[in-house]
């Protein structure tokens, strides 16, 4: 299981398809596109039109196009019409579910890079916890299972809402997309302790220590229920992060901007006041577009 650490100054990263009402914090003609379709993406997400969902899980990377997002539709057609039928031969949602699980992971979550986006998993089998937890998210939408998508300070899971079969009073199953071994967590005490862990925020900011990076402390908890949509948004974030990084801040407030668009969240906010600060601090800051 891999969980998230921090790189550099500031890298926390992230591992129903409609749109949750919020009164994004910037108006549209205020975020810059780096291409004319991201644009129309956007213009589409006014009026909760549900179609942007997918594009926008592609977007944060400029060389992503229609053609990239409609090659992933057919994708995810043909998958979800496999899975129905193995899904209707298997009569139990334990074993359903490992399967997909595991399925999915060896034919297309091919190799754990943070901080990757979706076209990357697409073009290269690379994921992270955001664009993994997405591709799952997608499929059990599909599929006609609920499930719940957990925002954690360090970390990102899904859990998914039995229906039928020899376990269906467990309250739910976890789906752990970083981990290709045992991601799929079904017993009943397994996931008492896996949750515990999740939740314990001493524990998950000891993992980036760990790792010998340094940790942004957050001053407040991050435990939310967050839909597919609104980790489109953390995938902008990271995409943000990336760019800041780089020291190519004034990118990295472009695409934060239209991560608080889709995503108004503390934890963006207060990433929004760093990147300020840093180009206050930094007069040179200002020109480190592209850079």
């Known amino acids: 299981m891999k969980t998230f650490a921090a790189i550099s100054t500031f890298v926390i990263v992230l591992c129903a398809l409609t749109l949750k009402a919020q009164t994004p914090p910037f108006a549209l003609s205020e975020l810059h596109f780096n291409s004319d379709y991201e644009a129309a993406v956007f213009s589409n997400l006014q009026g909760g039109n549900t179609d942007a969902v997918l594009p926008l899980l592609f977007t944060p990377n400029k060389n992503a196009g229609h ?118 967590i079904s017993d009943r005490s397994a996931i008492s302790k896996i949750k515990a862990l999740y939740e314990n925020e001493a524990a998950s900011k000891q993992v980036g220590k760990k790792s010998g990076n340094m940790v942004h402390q957050f001053d407040f908890e991050i435990n939310n229920n967050i839909s597919l949509p609104q980790l489109t948004g953390l995938a902008y974030y990271n995409n943000a992060i990336v760019l800041y990084n780089n020291q190519q801040f004034s990118s990295a407030e472009a695409q934060l901007k239209k991560a608080m668009y889709i995503y108004n969240s503390k934890r963006l906010q207060t990433f929004m006041d760093l990147i300020k600060q840093t180009v206050a601090q930094n007069p040179l800051a200002k020109n480190s577009v592209g850079k």
């Open 67 to 184: 053609q990239h997002v409609a090659e992933f539709r057919n994708e995810i057609e043909s998958l979800v019409t496999f899975l129905k039928k193995k899904q209707a031969a298997y009569k139990d949602d334990s074993r359903f579910l490992s399967y997909l699980f595991y399925k999915v992971h060896r034919k297309y979550l091919k190799q754990y890079e943070p901080q990757t986006d979706f076209f990357s998993l697409l073009e290269h089998g690379r994921y992270d916890c955001v664009t993994g937890t997405a591709f799952y998210a997608i499929l059990l939408e599909e599929l006609g299972y609920d499930y719940v998508i957990k925002e954690l300070e360090y970390h990102i899971y899904l859990t998914v809402q039995p229906q039928h079969g020899t376990q269906k009073d467990l309250p739910f199953y976890v789906f752990e997309a970083t981990d290709p071994e045992s991601g799929f």
